[in-house]
């Protein structure tokens, strides 16, 4: 399934997706023809269960999908729309085939006396179970149809809000991706449920970081091959400019570094199923961060000042790469978060947690 998903993700956005409709997405369009090409496509529900309306895909199997959308600087919250079809489908809600947000950082809460309830199956909420507070950067806010979040409580509550409830702050973040806030008061879910006992109260924070850690991982290909192709195209003082030895040097600097971060990833996808793979997204969130300072400060070396040029293809590359590293916890965070459960754990189990990729203390730190 995965070599049929990568193929067809990558035949799709090779065709739609340009620089000019990227430029056209970041002043504010939604590229209406491309979503509904990506939604005929059946990626969106992909990670969904097949009785509740997806394929019924693994994270591995999709890793490939959501390293495309960075490898092509997707203008579209698909990675998103795939995680919070998986968040519905682990809590029996039904997928949706439409764009559907996520957020970065939530302050709601459930304004009624079934809030830390426990509900038995999910259910579409009655008029009393009200909910309050803001969701924050959520990637196209204005745009998405639905979002899901999380309420934190005796025990983390699943909800499902209509965009259309929400009182919409645009924001974008370095890349001209909307990052909006959306607020709500006294609003009814959609639909809400208790989330799997053995979840983390955060698994959209290391859901986000996950997807970032895969997209990262695509754009910092297409950037080492930019770097690659003009370095062997310019030509300066009689010789393409990859003879120099400086240069040489630089481009096997940004592959090391690109490398570490693919091999990160996928690990983190591959070792994600009905719970994620906490030690593997935390470090490849750390390997992917500082790839992406480093691969994209040799790529503007590279190319010189071209590589700033609005109409060079270059930025749109790194500056989702300085973007993403950010998003959903930055380098700092996740070694920090990866010490102290190390720390937390003592040094005996340091060796263990390497070689069977689990760390028991990371997931509560």
Known sequence: MRELFESTIERLLADLVTPELIRHCEAGHWPADLWAALESSGFAVAAAP?????????????????????????????????????????????????????????????????????????????????????????????????????????????????????????????????????????????????????????????????????????????????STRYATERVQFGKPISAFQAIQHQLAQMAQHTGSALVSAEAAFAESGSQLATWQIAAAKVCGAEAAGAVAAMAHAVHGAIGFTHEHALQLGTRRLWAWRSEFGNQGHWTQRLGRAVAQGGSASLWPAVTSGRLAALSST
């Not at 559907?100 to 009624?112: A, C, D, V």
């Not at 890349?175 to 909006?180: S, Y």
Request: glycine fraction near 10%.
């Open 50 to 226: 097949e009785h509740l309306g997806g394929a019924g895909a693994s994270w591995e199997d999709l890793y490939g999908v959501v390293k495309a959308a960075g490898r092509h600087n997707l203008p579209l919250p698909l990675p998103e729309t795939m995680f919070a079809n998986w968040l519905l489908g682990q809590c029996g809600i039904e997928a949706r085939n439409e764009p559907l947000g996520i957020s970065m950082r939530s302050t709601l809460s459930l304004n009624h006396a079934a809030k830390g309830a426990f509900f038995d199956a999910p259910w579409v909420a009655p008029a009393e179970i009200l909910v309050t507070g803001t969701l924050c950067d959520v990637p196209w806010g204005r745009d998405v149809e639905h979002v899901v979040a999380l309420v934190p409580g005796k025990r983390t509550t699943l909800i499902l809000l209509s965009r259309r409830d929400a009182e919409v702050s645009t924001k974008q973040n370095t890349a001209g991706e909307p990052r909006d806030d959306l607020s709500f008061k006294n609003t009814t879910p959609i639909a809400i449920a208790d989330v799997p006992a053995d979840w983390p109260d955060d698994v959209i924070w290391w859901g986000g970081a996950m997807l970032r850690t895969a997209q990262m991982a695509g754009a910092l290909e297409t950037t080492l091959d930019l």
